[in-house]
C-alpha cells in the first residue's frame, strides 16, 4: 500500500564502501526525485528523472549515480562513500515533471563511520 | 536524541491556539508552492499547495496566503493540536525551472498540551 518506498531504512557503513538505496512508487507517476536531507534538516535536490530520463543532476559529486530501470524504480547508488555523506536520502516522485506535488518516501539514513 | 532542532527556527504553541508558519521564498518566477509537514523519523507530507494566479487557499484547519509583492507565504493552522508538532517547510517550484523544488530552511512547530 505504501507509494513510495525506500530500503533500507537505515543503512551504516564504512569509509571507502559502496552502497546503494532502493526506491520505488505504486502511484504510477512519471517523474521521480532524490533529495538529501542534512543535520540541519535542509532539504537539497539532488536528481530528478522523467520517464527513465534523468532531467536534473543538481551538482553532486559523480560518485552518486541514479539508475532507473523503468519509471516506477530509481535507485541511487554511491560509490566510495564520504563521512559527510551521512544524511538522510529521501526519494520522491509526482505525477508531473513540476506544477504537481511530490510524496516522499520515508527516508533512508545512512550514516559513514 | 538529535540536536537538529536546536538549529530550526522554532515555534511554541499552546493547545487550542493558531499557529502561523512563515516563509520567504526568492524566485520571483517561482508559480507553485507547497507547504509540506515533516515528522520524526518520516518524509515531508503534503499539506496544502497554492498557486500564484490566487493569494489564499483553505483547506481543512489550514489556511495559506500568498503575498507575491514581497515574496512571502504563510501558513496558518487552526485551532493547534498535538498532533501538529512536527517541521514546516514551504516548497517553490519555478516557472522557469519547473522540474525542480526549493525547499526552505524549516520551522519547528512545538504543541504544548
Known amino acids: 500500500d505504501t507509494a513510495v518506498s525506500q530500503t533500507p531504512k537505515y543503512l551504516v557503513t564504512q569509509m571507502g564502501n559502496d552502497k546503494s538505496i532502493k526506491c520505488e512508487q505504486n502511484?504510477?507517476?512519471?517523474?521521480m526525485y532524490w533529495y538529501k536531507q542534512d543535520s540541519k534538516k535542509f532539504l537539497k535536490i539532488m536528481f530528478s528523472?522523467?520517464?527513465?530520463?534523468?532531467?536534473i543532476n543538481e551538482t553532486v559529486p559523480n560518485r552518486f549515480s541514479p539508475k532507473s530501470p523503468d519509471k516506477a524504480h530509481l535507485n541511487l547508488h554511491i560509490n566510495s562513500l564520504e563521512l559527510g555523506d551521512s544524511a538522510v536520502y529521501f526519494c520522491?516522485?509526482?505525477?508531473?515533471?513540476?506544477?504537481?506535488?511530490?510524496?516522499f518516501g520515508q527516508g533512508t539514513r545512512l550514516t559513514v563511520v | 536524541g538529535e540536536s537538529v532542532g536546536l538549529h530550526l527556527p522554532t515555534l511554541s504553541v499552546q493547545e487550542g491556539d493558531n499557529s502561523i508558519i512563515n516563509c520567504a521564498y526568492s524566485?520571483?518566477?517561482?508559480?507553485?508552492f507547497i507547504w509540506y509537514k515533516q515528522e520524526s523519523g518520516k518524509g515531508p507530507q503534503f499539506i496544502i499547495d497554492i498557486r500564484s494566479n490566487m493569494d489564499k487557499r483553505q483547506g481543512q484547519r489550514v489556511t495559506v496566503l500568498l503575498n507575491k509583492t514581497v515574496k512571502h507565504l504563510s501558513l496558518q493552522i487552526a485551532a493547534t493540536q498535538p498532533g501538529d508538532s512536527a517541521v514546516y517547510f514551504c516548497?517553490?517550484?519555478?516557472?522557469?525551472?519547473?522540474?525542480?523544488?526549493?525547499f526552505g530552511s524549516g520551522t519547528k512547530l512545538n504543541v504544548k498540551p
Open positions: 520522491a516522485s509526482s505525477q508531473l515533471a513540476g506544477g504537481s506535488e511530490a510524496f
Open positions: 528523472y522523467n520517464n527513465k530520463e534523468l532531467i
Open positions: 516548497a517553490e517550484n519555478p516557472s522557469d525551472n519547473f522540474n525542480k523544488f526549493y
Open positions: 524566485n520571483s518566477a517561482s508559480d507553485y
Open positions: 502511484l504510477g507517476h512519471d517523474t
